[in-house]
């Protein structure tokens, strides 16, 4: 059975992570971010959202691991950070329901999700430019940058939160990175 890390960042909706990858039959584990890189011993890792990145613990150094990474909002903001992109405030702020459109119909983790999808998200901070080796994988009228992907180092970020009920085909985001994990 595939086994994904939920690495607590300290977000409101961490837990709603860890049961949607339980709902799909995934074993799966929440860790601290500040476990040691050293002690994670899973198929995949989910890079948590959470209120504030200078509380992400050890979360950069999962990224080092060599298996499938998963940034969540939060999470995804750090990748962009850590591999040399650029984050910055977003213009519209708090949680809102957006439509994103798919830019990639062939990446493997938002691909396969219909072209124009409802998520729910937070863009008080976004990602301004992918970082080298990224591609952008989705966009809206509100962010640029709604999910990145480097497919050669399995990482993969979105703003939106796929585990919660408003984002529209959330459990496919999901689906989708355990197939990513299990490859």
């Known amino acids: 059975m595939t086994r994904i890390d939920v690495v607590d960042n300290h977000g409101q909706f961490t837990h709603l992570e860890q049961r949607a990858l339980r709902d799909i039959g995934v074993e799966v584990e929440l860790i601290d971010n500040t476990t040691p890189p050293e002690e994670i011993d899973a198929d995949g890792l989910v890079l948590s959202g959470g209120p504030d990145i200078e509380r992400v613990g050890n979360s950069a150094e999962y990224l080092d691991l060599d298996i499938p990474v998963l940034g969540i909002c939060l999470g995804m903001q750090l990748i962009a950070d850590e591999r040399g992109g650029t984050v910055g405030s977003g213009e519209y702020g708090g949680y809102a329901d957006v439509t994103v459109e798919i830019d990639d119909p062939s990446d493997p983790l938002v691909g396969s999700l219909a072209p124009e999808t409802r998520v729910w998200a937070s863009h008080a901070d976004e990602v301004k430019s992918v970082p080298e080796g990224f591609v952008r994988t989705a966009h809206s009228d509100v962010c640029g940058v709604e999910a990145m992907a480097d497919t ?23 689906e989708n990175f355990r197939s990513i994990c299990d490859r």
């Open 152 to 174: 050669d180092a399995d990482i993969y970020g979105v703003q939106w939160h796929p585990e919660v009920a408003h984002t529209e085909q959330g459990d496919v985001v999901f």
